[in-house]
């Protein structure tokens, strides 16, 4: 069974760039995740979906970034612009709603660099 | 807002065992999960635990619940070279929907 898949693996961009990463979710996967995750640091939920509604996207910054998963399935998260700040890996993590311990599944992630 | 603490780095020689801790200040957090994150991968759940629980064994991992002092640890037996990676504590709610990642630990296993 394929995990989750996210694309571009890397990424390096000019500042003020506008950038989009890609997630696949593990098939039957209703529940999709964005993680922010700084150097050093623990992921951070950046807007969580069940299907195709955004349920959860207190932590996005919505001024420069936006997602959609229109079908209900894949996800793209994008930031125009991009600022040096920006600079992290983001994360798309998958699980099936209504599993009580919600196991999270993780992608390889996408890493940003801001020039 | 709600966190979740843990020591950023351990090291220990192989065949030895491996404590890695964690507290948490959410008391109405449901689960506590460790999850292992290698270079360039992913993170990968290891194991969890109910709140109503005070300790799960699976294979060579033992995870500790302390839920007065809001503290979780995970216990590595016959720690492997393979066992090198980032440890990540997690407390999460019912459904696990709002979940709050540690910072975390860091595990050197020297040969």
């Known amino acids: 069974e394929a995990g989750v898949v996210q694309s571009p693996r890397y990424k390096i961009i000019e500042k003020k760039q506008p950038v989009a990463f890609w997630c696949n979710p593990i098939?039957?996967?209703?529940?999709l995740y964005w993680y922010l995750q700084n150097l050093g640091q623990g992921p951070e939920l950046l807007i969580r979906?069940?299907?195709?509604?955004?349920?959860?996207d207190s932590q996005l910054p919505k001024d420069r970034f936006s997602a959609e998963r229109l079908k209900g399935v894949d996800s793209t998260l994008k930031i125009q612009p991009a600022e040096l700040g920006d600079s992290a890996v983001y994360l798309c993590?998958?699980?099936?709603?209504?599993?009580?311990?919600?196991?999270?599944?993780f992608g390889p992630g996408t890493r940003l660099t801001v020039l | 807002g709600e966190d979740v603490e843990q020591s950023l780095f351990l090291s220990v020689r192989e065949g030895d065992s491996s404590v890695i801790n964690c507290t948490y200040t959410?008391?109405?957090?449901?689960?506590l999960y460790w999850y292992k994150q290698e270079p360039g991968a992913g993170l990968q759940l290891l194991t969890y635990?109910?709140?109503?629980?005070d300790m799960k064994q699976d294979q060579r991992l033992t995870v500790l619940l302390n839920k007065k002092d809001k503290h979780l640890s995970l216990r590595i037996a016959d720690t492997q070279t393979g066992d090198s990676a980032i440890y990540f504590c997690?407390?999460?709610?019912?459904?696990?929907?709002?979940?709050?990642f540690g910072a975390g630990t860091r595990l050197f296993v020297k040969a």
């Open positions: 993590a998958s699980s099936l709603s209504g599993g009580s311990e919600n196991e999270q599944f």
């Open positions: 098939s039957g996967h209703n529940t």
């Open positions: 979906y069940e299907n195709e509604e955004a349920v959860d």
């Open positions: 959410d008391s109405s957090s449901t689960y």
């Open positions: 635990i109910f709140s109503n629980m």
């Open positions: 997690a407390a999460g709610n019912t459904g696990g929907f709002k979940t709050i």
